[in-house]
């Protein structure tokens, strides 16, 4: 059975730091493509990255570039979502997904079929 599960959210200030974890099982998560959404109370869900298999080349949307960093553990069959210099406006919950084929990158736009449950990231004085 296929499942990701997202942790490490939480309470943190204004230029505070978080990792967020997704753990996978049921499938290797090393051979697909991944990627970290977020949505804001109120707000659409937006992407924050996508991470291609093997080549490891992630690419950020431009409200997260150069403070946040994916990185993949295999071992663990996990992947990392470290935030920094976090702010209000980053206030969302952040899910995992990754698409059903090993074959999907993350240039060709895929469909990401299998999504974490979430973790709740709230940026606040």
């Known amino acids: 059975q296929v499942q990701l599960v997202e942790s490490g959210g939480g309470e943190v200030q204004p230029g505070d730091s978080l990792r967020l974890s997704c753990a996978a099982s049921?499938?290797?998560?090393?051979?697909?493509?991944i990627a970290w959404f977020r949505q804001a109370p109120g707000k659409e869900r937006e992407a924050v990255s996508c991470?291609?298999?093997?080549?490891?080349?992630?690419t950020y949307a431009d409200a997260v570039k150069g403070r946040f960093a994916v990185f993949r553990e295999n071992v663990k069959n996990s992947v990392y979502l470290q935030m920094n210099s976090l702010s209000p406006d980053d206030t969302a919950s952040y899910y995992c997904?990754?698409?059903?084929?090993?074959?999907?990158?993350?240039?060709?736009?895929?469909?990401?079929?299998?999504w974490g449950q979430g973790t709740l990231v709230t940026v606040s004085e």
């Open positions: 997904a990754v698409p059903s084929s090993t074959w999907a990158t993350c240039g060709a736009n895929p469909q990401f079929e299998y």
């Open positions: 049921g499938f290797g998560l090393a051979y697909y493509a």
């Open positions: 991470t291609d298999p093997k080549e490891e080349s992630t």
